[in-house]
């Protein structure tokens, strides 16, 4: 079993202004191996902060606190060290590789990851059977990395990522945004098989319930304004939907 420990975790941000603004204030989290945790939370609370800050981005400084993967310090790898670890994240906004075909790209990552080529035979098996259970035309294959790709493609592309490099966890940043009905249920499909059969741990940072219909959370933590202001099961994602964060946001400014 894996462990994903999230100590006590203050980042900060340069503005445009240049000035330094806070964003996480002390963030306290636990992911195992299996579980899936939601984080909910309105605009500007700082959730992608947090998967942003725990994968490596340069643009956000930690300034406190500690972020563990079974035991071992994650804020002293690098970025490709961290994927080596087993840490995944699926960003909200997938970029664009010009010259970079998906194909070249998923060989090299999970080369880069696994520190060896995956065998060619099994390599391309497992890749068509991940894209057939993503819906995926086989052409896609050979495409650039996200070059025109349409929201729902850039995040079946994220999904493949993952179902074939394996990690032990996955940030999933947003996941659901721009996705139809029958992309949602593709995608959600994809998460929960890995899940399944990989024991996957999930962070899953959304606003809505929609994909909690499909994939369901253990736990819910609303975030507001840098921190984890309420945590519960799935019911409080339920209230969510009813209520909206007006509450937290009213206690969070007082």
């Known amino acids: ?10 980042a900060t941000v340069e503005t445009p202004e240049g000035d330094t603004k806070e964003i996480l204030k002390g963030v306290n989290l636990t992911i195992k191996s299996g579980e899936t945790h939601a984080i909910m939370g309105p605009n500007g609370s700082g959730k992608s902060t947090l998967a942003y800050a725990v994968a490596g981005h340069p643009k956000y400084e930690i300034t406190q606190g500690e972020v563990l993967l079974d035991g071992e310090d994650v804020l002293e790898m ?6 080596k670890a087993g840490l995944f994240l699926a960003m909200q906004y997938p970029v664009e ?36 259970q993503l819906r995926m035309d086989p052409k896609f294959a050979e ?10 493609e850039k995040k079946r592309h994220e999904i493949l990522q993952m179902e074939l490099l394996k990690p032990k ?6 996941t659901d945004s721009g996705l ?21 741990g999930v962070m899953l940072i959304t606003h809505y319930t929609r994909i909690l219909r499909y994939v369901k959370p253990d736990f819910v933590h609303v975030f507001v304004n840098g921190r984890v202001a309420e945590q519960g099961g799935p019911e ?11 509450r937290f946001l009213t206690a969070a400014n007082a």
């Open 78 to 83: 690098s970025v490709d060290e961290r994927a």
């Open 97 to 132: 590789v010009p010259g970079v075909t998906v194909s070249n790209f998923l060989r090299t990552a999970k080369t880069a990851v696994d520190g060896e080529a995956p065998k060619l035979r099994t390599w391309v098996k497992d890749v068509k059977g991940a894209m057939d």
């Open 169 to 174: 966890m996955a940030i999933l940043d947003e």
């Open 236 to 246: 409080l994602a339920a209230r969510l939907e009813e209520e909206g964060y007006d």
């Open 1 to 10: 079993m894996s462990v994903l420990e999230i100590k006590d975790l203050h």
């Open 143 to 152: 495409r650039n990395v996200n070059e025109g790709f349409s929201g729902g």
């Open 180 to 200: 139809d009905v029958d992309a949602l249920r593709v995608v959600s499909e994809g998460i929960n098989r890995v899940k399944e059969n990989e024991g996957l």
